[in-house]
């Protein structure tokens, strides 16, 4: 069984700019989710994704976007890039349908802007 | 209402000892209480998760606490070892069709002393 994987591990840059972040979900798994941990804070939702639909979001500006595959792999983007958008940003995939729709995470991105 | 109050923020434990982390809610609807476990560098890593239907529930040295009338709820570590040194943060998440959306605390640094 393959665990969430995140892609890139780490990565700069600037403000103003755009990046995107990919997770891949656990085997079996059709729901993804997104945090964003600050440091020295606990994840906060951003926003989850089933059937390529967003399901769910939280307090996140409409910079923040997300795409869902048909392979239930996943995209975070971040659009005009602020210095307090560095963080730690994870992925989680659960399977919904599950009683208790367990999470799973992966190890993150960490995403630092100058 | 959507918050989740953790504490201590940190925990010095000597080998062998019982580490207690508290969490307490407000929001009534929550229907699931899990824990994390954080590595440095490492996403966050389910522990031990139970529903408001049972007061404690344990796997090996783990056990949660729950207590729904004064909701709260508790992590105890017991014969903690070097090796369970990390951050820890206890979650919450609503019933229905709020799947997924983890609500977290902000987080407890454990370093057990051998």
């Known amino acids: 069984e393959t665990g969430v994987t995140q892609s890139p591990t780490h990565l700069i840059k600037t403000r103003g700019q755009q990046v995107t972040l990919r997770c891949s979900s656990q085997?079996?798994?059709?729901?993804v989710s997104w945090y964003q941990q600050a440091l020295g804070q606990g994840p906060q939702f951003i926003f989850q994704?089933?059937?390529?639909?967003?399901?769910g979001r939280g307090n996140f500006p409409p910079r923040f976007s997300g795409l869902q595959f048909p392979n239930y792999s996943s995209e975070l983007n971040v659009n005009a890039l602020e210095l307090d958008d560095s963080a730690l940003y994870l992925c989680?995939?659960?399977?919904?349908?599950?009683?208790?729709?367990?999470?799973?995470f992966g190890p993150g991105t960490r995403l630092t802007v100058l | 209402q959507q918050q989740v109050k953790q504490s201590p923020q940190s925990l010095i434990v000597q080998k062998g000892g019982i580490s207690i982390i508290n969490c307490a809610y407000e929001?009534?609807?929550?229907?699931?209480f899990p824990w994390y476990q954080q590595f440095p560098g490492k996403g966050p890593a389910l522990l031990i998760a139970?529903?408001?239907?049972?007061s404690e529930k344990k796997e090996g040295r783990f056990t949660i606490s729950f207590n729904k009338s004064a909701k709260q709820f508790s992590l105890h570590i017991m014969d903690s070892q070097p090796g369970d040194s990390a951050t820890y943060f206890c979650?919450?998440?609503?019933?229905?069709?709020?799947?997924?959306?983890?609500?977290f605390g902000q987080g407890t640094i454990l370093t057990v002393h051998p």
């Open positions: 989680a995939s659960s399977t919904r349908g599950d009683s208790y729709n367990e999470q799973f």
């Open positions: 994704y089933y059937r390529e639909e967003e399901n």
């Open positions: 139970i529903r408001p239907d049972v």
């Open positions: 929001n009534t609807a929550f229907d699931y």
């Open positions: 979650a919450a998440r609503p019933g229905g069709t709020s799947y997924g959306k983890l609500t």
């Open positions: 085997s079996g798994h059709n729901t």
